[in-house]
């Protein structure tokens, strides 16, 4: 049979591997044409790893969720809450504050997956609420004042460089590769696509929704703990505007990424996409000198379009 | 109007999904005035998808549709459908719990009672009054509908049907038509008492209305219908008359199954069970009860026996599988499993680990449709397919799987292009092969199931009995649960009969043989 190996089928079925890679290259050239400059100098990668490697690792925990068809509206909040606790309790125990950080962002993951594997009260809800815990408890640590640490151990935490780029590319490229594995390679995350692609056949299978649910959801949290702590060394301190709007952005990359909203459909790996298109975006928009609330807009038209695009359409037609 | 002239009528439909699935070919079916006329066929058979393509929720790929003699395109959409007099209460989700009788009997109809954009709650009030009069309905209007009990529940969503046609109606000067009611499956819900009651209320609806009676439920068929469509693969096999012609349920349920093969194949199967020596018990179950479903249910299973539950529809035999699987919880007795009390409150993972597996055949149910078959084969084998680098950590291993995924396809004759072909591309048949498959390896002791060959075709079905046959060959028990009578004949050594959720009796398999005349 004479057929293109490019079918009708076959765009639709990688549809949404398709559109993000052709969405980077093109942003790519745009960017160069608006700025010649682009990426031209070492500077200018080293300043991208900078806008992204936390933001990567805070995507990450998220795709998790979204992949279990669920949502967590606290990656943001935890992430402020925990860079705060980070830079408030620096001066007093040191890296020690780095443990407790993390040891906040898991209660609040466990929060968020006991009210939904145990209440069944919808995650969107659920991590609503907390994210307004979060929010509150951040401005009563920090007494709503900005915290600076000039301590230079602080600061080497994630701008130490090593062949030539800085630790937290590394500390964020390892976790990226660790929850690739996780996903791929273990039980574990074949669990996480059961819960995101039929939770009634997950359940029948003899796999503890309940667990997988809080676990993911507890991760999720660890790594927006992860990403605050990352950040506030990154900035030399932490304030109350970190993780402001970033809920969007996080969101539209990994929608962007190609990981669907209905859940058992994408992945990690893809996240990494969906943030340099988004970072990028975002750089490139304000740039332009585009207002904030412009790219904010932007931002949330892109996370729907590409939420219509991901969503598993084979699926639909399922579930009727 | 006269009875024998057909209110409506679709000659030669046929619908196909996806080009390839033929859900109805050339079906021809007829509603006359003032009956109860029955649509019966297995799951599958393409009942749902003609009564769709009759409420305009489907649009057919071809065929006609007549109206009181005349030719009409099919309804667009149920709206359209509704003008033409005709409404569907479906299976499930019909009701709104919350809202009181009377707002859900005008629910989408508010605007017709509208004045200055203020509902006319009096006149709503008291039309709704007169319409349960008129139907025969005694119940509270301002209750809620929760309240009501399911039986009541479901004659409310009836007379939704036919007070919103006649309000669609009105309009048209239409108002001597007579209204067809498409039930799908209207009993499902019910007990054996409230389906008494609903068919007396049908009954006495007739005399203004037509219904078209969905069901697979045979007895229910044959006692309220006037007429009887018999659907498989999508078309029409068989017509009756019950007013000319006098028609047994063993003929129906053998026009509904159809193939006779499927004897063959019974009788191949049905004397090679029945002789299981005495073992030991791997399951016993002393007065599980669970409020509303069933009670006082015990029993003995051996290893490498099968028992039956039958009954029924909405027995209660399905709620003790599920008791026992760990989908829901019983409330009172014990489950002991190889001498360990199970919790009663159930989880599937707990007993999955004492030993006790499920498989339906109910499709898209424990399947992952859009995961290779051999990923769906690891899911309850992961011990099986994966490595251990460290104590905590365990790895799948991707050969491990494959090759484990190969040895299962290769045994259960698995058609398919590879172990990474997706499930949803596969046949039922094969589908059905992927669930019990899983299983194979993982040799649970006891399995639990449920309609395991529940549409798919004799072929597929004779493999999935030889699998579960040498299954139960090697020690693993079962517990089956099916609307089939020929299924426990050919499975089970012992059936337990259970009716309004209370065990009736215990027969051997020749002794439930002789009862079912089979």
Known sequence: ?320 | MSAANPIMEVKNVSKTFDRVVTALDNVSIEVRGNEIVSVVGENGAGKSTLMKILVGVYQPDSGEMYYLGRRVPFPKDPLDALRRGISIVYQERGVIPHLKVYQFLFLGLEEKFTKLGRLQLGKIIGLAKSVFEELGLECDLTSSIYELPPSTQKMVEIARAILSIKLMMVGDGGSEITPIIILDEPTAPLSLEERDELFNYLLNLKKSNSFIFVSHIIPEVMKFSDRIYVLRDGRVVAHHDLSSEKVTEDQLFREIVGRESYYDLWAKYVYGVGEVRERRAILSVRNLAKKGYFENVSFDLHEGECIGLFGPAGCGKSEIAKALYGEISADNGKIIVDGKEAKLKGEPYVRIKMGIGYFSGETGKELFLFWPIKKNLSIVNFEKVTKKPLKIASVISFKAESSLAEKIMKKLRIRAPSVEAECYSLSGGNKQKVSVGKWLEKNPKILVLEDPTIGIDVGAREEIYEVLLEMKRNGTAMILVSDDPKEYTILCDKIISVRNGIVQAVYTNEEFRRLMGL
């Open chain 1, 1 to 320: 049979m004479a057929q293109t190996w490019i079918s009708r089928e076959w765009l639709q079925r990688n549809l949404n591997t398709i559109i993000p890679i052709s969405g980077l290259i093109a942003l790519v050239i745009a960017l160069r044409a608006a700025n010649p400059y682009f990426l031209t100098s070492w500077d200018s990668v080293i300043t991208l790893v900078y806008g992204m490697s936390w933001f990567l690792i805070a995507a990450c925990g998220l795709t998790l969720v979204i992949l279990m068809g669920s949502f967590d509206f606290s990656v943001p909040s935890v992430l402020k809450l925990s860079a705060m606790i980070f830079a408030v309790l620096y001066p007093f125990i040191g890296f020690a504050s780095i443990p407790v950080s993390i040891a906040v962002g898991l209660i609040f993951g466990f929060i968020n997956g006991m009210l939904l594997a145990r209440f069944n009260i919808p995650s969107f809800m659920a991590t609503l609420a907390t994210s307004m815990m979060a929010e509150g408890l951040a401005q009563v640590i920090s007494g709503g004042y900005t915290r600076m640490i000039t301590d230079p151990a602080f600061r080497a935490l994630s701008t130490t460089m090593i062949f030539g780029l800085p630790s937290i590319f590394y500390w964020t490229i390892i976790t990226w590769i660790i929850f690739i594995f996780i996903t791929f390679a273990t039980p574990f995350g074949r669990m996480i696509y059961a819960v995101g692609g039929n939770i009634v056949g997950t359940r029948l299978a003899g796999i503890n929704v309940k667990m997988v649910r809080t676990l993911v959801f507890m991760i999720c949290s660890m790594l927006a703990s992860i990403a605050g702590i990352l950040y506030a060394s990154q900035i030399q301190g932490a304030h109350m505007q970190v993780g402001v709007l970033d809920m969007i952005p996080l969101f539209a990359s990994v929608v962007v990424g190609g990981t669907a909203l209905t859940g058992g459909v994408g992945g990690v790996h893809r996240t990494l996409l969906g943030v340099l298109i988004i970072r990028w975006l975002d750089s490139g928009l304000s740039m332009l000198a585009i207002d904030l609330n412009v790219r904010m807009i932007i931002f949330g038209a892109i996370a729907i379009v590409m939420t219509i695009l991901t969503i598993d359409r084979r699926r639909i037609r399922i579930m009727k």
